[in-house]
């Protein structure tokens, strides 16, 4: 870079888009010298190759070089390198995708000399199987996209699903992944289907834990209708998971229209008016999702609906991701993004977000992707590694469904308020999306096996004390990596979230517990705010179950340690 003349952008779209590329491949693997593993690896299970790996997060926030690594061929493998662990004073991290922001897997800072070590679980815990007319078992290294592409082959789907396809079914059931969809007005829900995450599907899991007769570890299968499992339903990293058997339906058909016409006042007016309002599309369609780029006045919205047979107006897709225009990032969103990262340009945010705007506007007409219809993975997948990477902040409003427009207008009032505040003193914390999505809460009745057990962290975990709250909003707030005052502006809404709906709860996968200067990082958020969300008694159950499943805190890292102490 520093050899380019003065008169050229010192990031150009082709480093930007090398530089995403990078964060997008496999990591990356020095294979171990075998002297070096021998001395600082003794004992390893043979026949479990080692090598060293880097780590990266989603956004390339997190990073550890040089740790070790392997990937057990199996199961068996999994305890023998975990009883490894555990008598070497070993942590062991399962490492799938990478594609999530918060640091369950690896904290940043962590040295490549740390006793810390990553298990692959997407090079060979890979199998697909039914295991009824209406449940798939997987292993937990198998990528959303391979699952739901297994299902469609079956005629089998799911309600919705998270919209990136590379992401391990593990890595989503340990942070409770979530769709988009609530039923519409007079919709019944399908057998083997759930407007929960999908958490919310889990039978069993067979997962590594402390046999306290064998005085090892061992792999247990937990039916979901055993007291233990509750705590493995969605366990943030605390266990290794290497199998689930998942409740499936009888695959749809969907239909996903977007429009880019309904102004941001209208779609998230206050409730009670009788316009084109986000709860309008929710009651008619059940599936709807607002992508709200900053600075802009007219959201993309995407609208769902379940349709047998293929609407006269609608491209037939027999494929995902079929939005190239966001996927690839486009030359002149490259070189703003660009500029705004190396130049440290962040007053060009206003330029940025109507730069995406007018390409999604754009794109979706000339890739003909405005209306769209087939198999519900070719819907519900559209997003890859190679978009343009962002940081992001995450929560769930637990409410009414007949409060969801409330909601959704508060929520955009006071963002668009302390977004303007901000702007009017030159500092630009927000250059990406909101994002809004609606899903309902796991019911353990959707599994439907006699006796299944509520997922205890899950943030769609209903409270029996407040049957009223049916439903969830989930909201988010994207901004380019390092840029200046976004964690003092996240703590913001952070707190109007807490401070304003009792029932909010943190998306595990993004970030929260803010300062302002750093995410995770908020003591009260952690230590008294987070366990009070769930209730602690709630909070006491999970935690005491996984020490107990690891009393030796194999499964775990220093932030795990804070979150659970």
């Not at 530089?19 to 479990?48: K, M, N, Q, R, T």
């Not at 690896?106 to 997407?122: F, N």
């Not at 999908?198 to 061992?218: C, H, K, Q, Y």
Request: hydrophobic share 45%; proline share 6%.
């Amino acid at each position: 870079m520093s050899n380019h003349p003065q008169d050229t952008p010192s990031w150009t779209r082709r480093g930007f888009l090398v530089s995403a590329a990078a964060l997008a491949a496999a990591p990356i693997l020095l294979p171990a010298d075998p002297a070096e593993a021998a001395e600082e690896l003794p004992d390893f299970p043979a026949g479990v190759a080692l090598h060293r790996s880097a780590y990266r997060n989603w956004v390339g926030e997190i990073t550890a070089d040089g740790l070790w690594a392997c990937a057990p061929a199996g199961p068996d493998q999994v305890v023998d390198v975990v009883n490894w662990a555990w008598r070497h004073g070993w942590r062991v991290r399962a490492r799938g995708s990478s594609h999530g922001w918060s640091p369950f897997t690896v904290t940043e800072g962590t040295a490549s000399d740390a006793p810390v070590l990553l298990v692959d679980t997407a090079s060979h815990l890979t199998g697909l199987s039914l295991d009824s007319a209406s449940a798939v078992r997987a292993g937990t290294g198998v990528t959303l996209e391979a699952l739901l592409t297994y299902l469609e082959g079956h005629g089998l789907g799911v309600t919705a699903a998270p919209a990136p396809g590379d992401l391990t079914l593990g890595g989503a059931l340990a942070i409770d992944a979530h769709g988009s969809a609530v039923p519409a007005d007079g919709e019944h829900r399908l057998p083997g289907q759930t407007y929960g995450s999908l958490s919310n599907r889990i039978l069993s899991l067979t997962a590594v834990v402390w046999d306290e007769d064998g005085g090892a570890f061992a792999l247990r299968t937990f039916s979901r209708a055993e007291a233990d499992s509750a705590a493995l339903l969605t366990h943030l990293g605390r266990t290794f998971v290497t199998e689930v058997v998942l409740r499936v339906g009888v695959n749809s058909n969907l239909r996903c229209v977007s429009r880019v016409d309904i102004p941001a006042a209208e779609l998230f007016a206050a409730p009670g008016g009788d316009g084109r309002t986000f709860a309008s599309f929710l009651e008619k369609s059940g599936r709807v999702e607002a992508i709200w780029f900053a600075y802009t006045e007219f959201p993309w919205l995407k609208v769902w609906s379940v349709a047998p047979a293929k609407p006269l107006t609608s491209r037939r897709v027999t494929s995902p991701y079929n939005y190239p225009f966001s996927d690839n990032v486009p030359t002149l969103v490259a070189d703003l993004a660009g500029r705004m990262v190396s130049d440290a340009a962040w007053y060009l945010a206003p330029v940025l977000g109507n730069a995406q705007l007018d390409v999604a506007t754009v794109g979706l007409t000339a890739t003909l992707s405005a209306d769209i219809w087939g198999p519900s993975k070719n819907t519900l997948l559209y997003i890859r590694p190679t978009t343009l990477r962002v940081t992001a902040n995450g929560y769930a409003v637990l409410t009414g469904r007949d409060q969801v427009q409330r909601v959704v207008s508060e929520f955009t009032e006071f963002y668009r308020e302390r977004l303007a505040a901000y702007t009017a003193q030159g500092k630009f914390p927000v250059n990406g999306t909101v994002e809004i999505r609606v899903t309902g809460l796991d019911d353990p009745a959707e599994a439907e096996l006699a006796g299944a057990r509520a997922p205890l962290l899950s943030a769609l975990r209903a409270d029996p004390a407040r049957p009223e709250r049916d439903t969830a909003v989930w909201l988010d707030i994207l901004t380019l990596p390092g840029t200046p005052y976004a964690e003092a502006f996240l703590r913001e809404i952070e707190r109007f979230l807490f401070e304003g709906y009792e029932g909010t709860r943190v998306e595990w996968s993004k970030g929260w517990a803010y300062t302002d200067d750093a995410a995770w990082a908020d003591e009260e958020v952690l230590g008294t705010t987070i366990p009070g969300s769930f209730g602690e008694a709630v909070w006491g159950q999970a935690a005491g179950v996984l020490d107990r499943l690891d009393p030796h805190g194999v499964f775990g890292n220093a932030f795990l340690d804070r979150l659970f102490r």
